[in-house]
């Protein structure tokens, strides 16, 4: 397992601003939420994963460590890295994910299944990603 971080670039760029697309995915992948959310250094954001969900996570200011462990795996190990503002990577199902908020931090989390609180917690098992683990 191998964290895929894309940085993504605007497309389009002129005297008013700019235009990126979020995410570039087929036309077959259906999202079901866009979920806006801020976060203030030194908290912690996952500690869990989704049976079906798949959700984008794309860091429009800020700083976070973003971490994996594959759950299908037995010996599986943590992985991290560092994203900061135009970072986008994918959270698939299975594998449990944690965000470490290193500055205060603004992102987007963009999801293929509904997040009502109730269908949203009958996907989500909880699991702690420690500490010593991410380093």
């Known amino acids: 397992m191998s964290i895929k971080v894309t ?3 605007p497309e389009f760029i002129d ?3 700019y235009i990126t697309r979020l995410p570039n995915v087929s036309d077959k992948t259906k999202f079901r939420a866009v979920l806006y959310i801020t976060s203030k250094t030194g908290t912690e954001r996952g500690n869990h994963y989704h049976k079906k969900d798949s959700h984008y ?3 429009v200011s800020g700083r976070f460590r973003y ?7 037995k010996n599986s190990t943590v992985e991290s890295v560092i994203l900061k503002p135009g970072d986008l ?3 698939r199902p299975m594998i449990a994910h944690s965000m470490e908020f290193l500055e205060d931090t603004v992102f987007l989390a963009i999801t293929t299944e509904p997040r009502q609180q109730e269908q949203y917690e009958g996907d989500t098992v909880r699991i702690k990603i420690t500490s010593d683990e991410k380093h």
């Open 7 to 9: 940085h993504v670039k």
């Open 15 to 17: 005297e008013r601003g």
């Open 57 to 59: 996570v794309f860091c």
């Open 67 to 73: 971490s994996e462990k594959d759950m299908t795996k």
């Open 89 to 91: 990577v994918l959270s």
